[in-house]
């Protein structure tokens, strides 16, 4: 499974890169907001540490906006993957940008039939934002397992399912399990999951242990 990790923030890409777990990045309009700085600059300097997906997400709602956004996007480097919304408009840019040979993830999906959708229309990636689903009482990794079974029924299908709006180690672990793609979490959770409790009482007994031992090995 991959791990994209979801900020716009340069900082915590840095230093989170360093760990070795980040395939790729997702940001959205709220997320470059947060940081006060140029969208497109973010972008290119987002795109200068990491070598996988990078997405940039569109802010035209009409599908002839959209694409032209999109090709100035993809145009900062190859690995630009455009977001589009799951709107008929956004479903039409993405298949005239997928056809022009741009990575595209269609996101904010809440349904399997939405999912159907993008993989009709080329997407690269599909992200099902689960977190805004258990928001309301929802299944959101139920909505993950129903498109993973679809997916599986035609091997045709190249879509890649990006669970979005994962918030616990336990949707990354869940997410796993039923068998998606990739898994975009917020620098809060990828830190968690390298945490347990019994890990960091283990390594203190035995740290202590070897100190009684007097012995040293370089
Ligand atoms: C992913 O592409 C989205 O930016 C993100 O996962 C949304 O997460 P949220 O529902 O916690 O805002």
Same mark, same amino acid.
């Given at each position: 499974?991959?791990?994209?990790?979801?900020?716009?923030? %340069?900082?915590?890409? !840095?230093? *989170?890169?360093?760990?070795?777990?980040?395939?790729?990045?997702?940001?959205?309009?709220? *997320?470059?907001?947060? &940081?006060?700085?140029?969208?497109?600059?973010? %972008?290119?300097?987002?795109?200068?540490?990491?070598?996988?997906?990078?997405?940039?997400?569109?802010?035209? &709602?009409?599908?002839?906006?959209?694409?032209? =956004?999109?090709?100035?996007?993809? #145009?900062? #480097?190859?690995?630009?993957?455009?977001?589009?919304?799951?709107?008929?408009?956004?479903?039409?840019?993405?298949?005239? *940008?997928?056809?022009?040979?741009?990575?595209?993830?269609?996101?904010?999906?809440?349904?399997?039939?939405?999912?159907?959708?993008?993989?009709?229309?080329?997407?690269?990636?599909?992200?099902?934002?689960?977190?805004?689903?258990?928001?309301?009482?929802?299944?959101?990794?139920?909505?993950?397992? =129903?498109?993973?079974?679809?997916?599986?029924?035609?091997?045709? %299908?190249? !879509?890649?399912?990006?669970?979005?709006?994962? @918030?616990?180690?336990?949707?990354?672990? =869940?997410?796993?399990?039923?068998?998606?793609? %990739?898994?975009?979490?917020?620098? #809060?959770?990828? @830190?968690?999951?390298?945490?347990?409790?019994?890990?960091?009482?283990?390594?203190?007994?035995?740290?202590?242990?070897? =100190?009684?031992?007097?012995? !040293?090995?370089?």
């Amino acid at each position: 499974m991959k791990f994209f990790l979801d900020t716009a923030s %340069i900082n915590e890409i !840095t230093s *989170l890169n360093k760990t070795g777990m980040v395939d790729g990045i997702t940001t959205n309009p709220s *997320l470059v907001a947060k &940081t006060g700085q140029s969208f497109l600059d973010i %972008i290119a300097d987002i795109c200068k540490i990491i070598d996988g997906p990078v997405s940039a997400e569109v802010a035209a &709602t009409d599908a002839n906006n959209m694409i032209k =956004e999109g090709h100035k996007l993809a #145009s900062i #480097s190859d690995n630009v993957a455009v977001k589009v919304p799951l709107t008929a408009d956004g479903l039409i840019a993405c298949k005239a *940008l997928s056809d022009a040979g741009t990575m595209v993830n269609v996101t904010l999906c809440f349904s399997a039939a939405q999912a159907i959708l993008a993989a009709k229309a080329g997407a690269t990636f599909v992200s099902p934002f689960i977190g805004r689903l258990d928001d309301l009482g929802q299944d959101g990794l139920g909505l993950i397992s =129903e498109i993973h079974t679809i997916f599986s029924n035609y091997p045709e %299908i190249n !879509t890649q399912i990006l669970v979005a709006s994962a @918030r616990s180690p336990r949707h990354v672990v =869940e997410s796993a399990k039923i068998g998606a793609d %990739i898994v975009t979490i917020p620098p #809060s959770t990828l @830190r968690q999951l390298f945490n347990h409790p019994l890990t960091d009482t283990g390594l203190k007994a035995f740290m202590s242990d070897w =100190e009684i031992s007097g012995q !040293t090995i370089l």
